[in-house]
């Protein structure tokens, strides 16, 4: 992906081919929405378009939050006049064909190959009926063909899941792979004075409670313990917050005496006091 | 992907933590069958393990071919008992948690992250409810966050779906992303002698034709015809199908002089008559 391919806004056209399922139209449209897409043509579809009950509300049901998909799809009568407008053709099989296309997995479709197209050109994806899949009718209508890296050992993907991988790849290409949000940072990262500060503090509680036995081994010991804090990047906060932990354990709930002892310590050693 | 973590074998744990519906379960199944996971494990699901009728059977009618994972989920209590034997754990949300855990992408978890752990270490997803998602206590068990990138304007991927980008994302990553077939060679590429006669040919049948008008566009004529044909690589078989093609239009139906005339030339032409 180029800096270019990113701004690719043009989202393909998904084409269910004979479709037997009206449900599946509505997971399809559902899968569709998650991914930014929302051009859904229905060829000859099994139970009708707009279906009857009660696969209007299967449909609907399964469409979840996408349902305006399902009142913009459109219907044609053969997969010829389905894609009549769109520039490049992709037929999703699940084997060879023999027709010599070429044969590419969702990712090197929906980035590379999508890529490589004018910015202006419309594409189009043909899936076929649920139990056969695309006729080979359909398939040489299709500038190339899409296939699935899956487990040989059951490689049968539902309808709506072979979408949801296009448009999953198309959308990852168009507009990056990017986590929708990130982690907020209710506290800022702690500075390395404080990290140490509470290693210092530690490894002098341990050492009064005669933790680090036989001596010889104290450097590789402290080495060790500084190790499994450091990897939790800890915040401001985390320092705090271990620190309590550690005068609650050497305190114990009934010493009031050490306590204000621990407590003296404890403020002599914070960064503000050294 | 380094050549070593292409053969990571040890496939993830799907853990769907109290799934609402038993067919969400038989989708699960489905679709982690089509990326070779088959660890399943249940924790607490609404409608039980196994379910009962009709639930049972619409878990086994959405998990096709993958049924036998239905028979193998272990049923857990709680989130813990789920994870106890595992090394690494990741939390999907749709949401950002406030729990300053790492947050990735189905593919930067199941790729970089997945491939830095030591190669028999066992990883879990866990997977919420749902309609509400994993509740924080849940999330706090995980050492990451799983979400993904998705058109915020329609965010909610349904269970199953959000599994099945998950195991797709480990199976690019652990098998590869290869297509599971290329195209069958039906006949060998033409070599470069057979285009280039038949070009040739066509030519001096289009020049007899008075088809290359004016005649010093000829050359630029003559190069974008060329670079049509050139483009659709064409087989042994391909080069002799377009010559009948060629030799069909200059015949027509009703010319037998002229066609013995034309096999002749046709006949001197091929490469073997050279």
């Not at 490894?203 to 499994?228: H, S, V």
């Amino acid at each position: 992906m180029t800096q270019a391919d990113a701004t690719r806004a043009l989202a393909p056209a998904v084409i269910l081919v004979r479709p037997q399922l009206a449900v599946n139209i509505g997971t399809t449209a559902r899968a569709m929405a998650n991914f930014g897409l929302s051009d859904l043509r229905l060829v000859a579809p099994r139970e009708g378009w707009p279906p009857v009950e009660p696969h209007k509300g299967a449909a609907e049901a399964a469409a979840s939050g996408a349902i305006g998909l399902l009142g913009t799809a459109r219907v044609f009568d053969t997969t010829q006049a389905a894609i009549a407008d769109l520039h490049r053709v992709y037929a999703t099989t699940a084997r060879e064909r023999g027709q010599g296309k070429p044969i590419m997995t969702p990712s090197a479709a929906m980035s590379d190959d999508v890529s490589a197209l004018a910015p202006d050109a419309k594409v189009g994806i043909l899936f076929g009926p649920e139990r056969t899949g695309l006729d080979n009718d359909d398939v040489v209508l299709a500038d190339a063909v899409i296939t699935f890296p899956v487990d040989q050992a059951y490689g049968s993907l539902n309808l709506a899941q072979a979408v949801l991988l296009v448009a999953y790849e198309w959308f990852k290409a168009a507009r990056g792979d990017h986590a929708p949000f990130g982690p907020v940072e209710h506290s800022k990262p702690a500075v390395k004075n404080d990290v140490m500060s509470l290693f210092d503090f530690l490894e002098e509680e341990l050492t009064k409670a005669g933790y680090f036995r036989p001596e010889e081994k104290m450097p590789i010991m402290r080495r060790n313990l500084r190790n499994i804090l450091q990897r939790s990047v800890l915040s401001e906060q985390d320092v705090r917050t271990l620190r309590g932990v550690i005068v609650r354990l050497i305190e114990g709930p009934r010493l009031p005496g050490r306590r204000r002892e621990l407590r003296r310590n404890l403020e002599n050693r914070s960064p503000a006091g050294d």
